[in-house]
DNA sequence: AATCCGATTGACAGCGCTGTCAAACGTGAA
DNA sequence: TTCACGTTTGACAGCGCTGTCAATCGGATT
């Protein structure tokens, strides 16, 4: 009923090899040959079995991403999706697409004790030819570790610690954050508040650093009652404005490490009767959607998660396989929006 | 290396079918052999090959989910995701996790002229147990035809046409837009603006007809210029919103069909230095990310994404193949947040 | 013309599993 | 005890493809 590479084969007057040589621009194929099969395979309009193909051969034509399952169920409860993941799949899946190859999602529960176990019988199932690993679980040890011992490339998105494991798609957030810092430091403010991530988060720690080299390099000294931390939640960031904004002097621009608690500021601005960003300039990280979305729209730094993703992809497609380095940083973006303006 | 059937078979001192039997559940399966065959898989943790299985075998323990690659391109483009997607992942991952199958994701082109043919090749090469359709794509005939040809069985999300063809899981966006309307209603508003989502999508006109229906049960009459037709943007959001409010007689609460054009009006409003919610009640649709996030906080409809695809998927997996109906209704959600008030 | 060599093609054996069908095993009835 | 019949298990042939290795071809070389 469906064709197969037989067919194929028959209909061309060669061997079933000789097809399988064209698809998959094997050497020394003959013009020829190549006419008489690509045309066969036009008319009988024939596509591989990919069970088949990796079944006997050593690809198998697959990358699996694997996403924290725990993260997932949270996202599920709140009935909320996951702008970050759904970036990076779109990154990952245009470039799969573009080389022939399929993506196929799996729910990693990375707090099981069994993990590591669990993960063997997958790459053994499955035998991806690359895996993309999502942060922050980028840098879970036990996962690299399966991975290493299996042999299966990987790629980190945002990994921050063993930097030699693996391969790695990175952005400077550092560097980011004190871009923004310096941006808002041009526009004229000089008392900045910082909300900053989970120490636990590497990225929270480069944010944070990023914006204290950029106060330092301008002279401009940190309040430590205007730095405040958060858990990258709305709720967060609006208790954390509250207790910034009710401080004796008040400062003219908060940076929030993320796009979520910079709304929690507008939110917390709002109650208190403080104008954005009129009395009050405020600016995320991250561009989310809501970042456009919201009154007003924030300024906020792009991070260009699908790029990443693709890049990454790349990384474990075949024509590039271990031939270019291991890491990869891509650019971030400054997106200049309304709800930052000169202090009045 | 990896353990295959034969050295499970070997270590159990059973043949390979057996191991076979007792991992597939098959009839007849003495509890003494399960009992040696599952001592050796555990001990040499062992886990089928998928390809080996779906080569062999009628299943292929995947789900594939057609994902529309122009809008994946624009989401691309614009840097940001989508979250309606990411939660239909989460609930078909969820499911496929459970039964042991495997969620691969599409892209498919849905302008492109060879379709159809591109279609069956997929499905052919991919062998996918079951398909999910996402909206609006859920209603191209195209790819019903294909699936149909093809005998793959396939759940529709959100489909609106051709009812009868595949399987469909959908929420009553109909009475929701009614509920919402009547809750405003409740709440003391007369005057109610309405922001349509465009025409093209049936969901949109259900929205509508929804209001409609909720303002004439309560015997309030709809004024033609209190209703505008958007494009589920935020900017078409904002300036139907600018239109609304710039009527001579303005109402006190507006209706947007979808969350970014509720936003748009949060941003129209404040532009107008129209108070929301004091002076303006503003409510969405669909419970987008953004919508808790705004300020303030949107009354929206929450449509279970997650559980739709997971009704969806469990309707693929092989325990109730067939078995229940071919259509399943999921409940939505009135999500009451501080957008809207009584009139004062 | 004979020889050699690289380029091109084909024959064939699996990859690891499931489906088919037959064999072995048990049970109760005769 | 013997036979019939349902239950449990195994042998074996592929599924559709790629890898290996050998065969063939077509010139260049002598």
Redesign the pocket.
Known sequence: ?????????ALA?????????V??R?????P???AKVLAAVETLD????L???S?????SYLIAAFVDAELTLEHWRSGRGNDYLSRLEYGALVECRKAGYHLMVELVDYGSPSLETWLLALLR?LKPDGVLLTPPNSDDPRVLDVLERNGTPFVRLGAEIDLDRGMRVFMDDRQAAADMTAHLIALGHRRIGFIAGPGSYAASRKRREGFEAAMARHGLEVDPGLVVEGDFTFDSGRRAGTAILGRPERPTAIFASNDDMALGVLNAAAALGVATPAALAVCGFDDTPSAMLSTPPLTTIRQPVAEMAAAATRLLLPPSAGQQGHAERVDYALIDRLSTRPPS
């Open positions: 009923m469906t064709a197969t590479i037989y067919d194929v084969a007057g060669v061997s079933i090899k000789s097809v399988s040589r698809l998959n094997g050497p020394n194929v003959s020829k040959l190549q024939y596509r591989p079995n069970s088949a193909r079944l006997a051969g050593a690809s199932s």
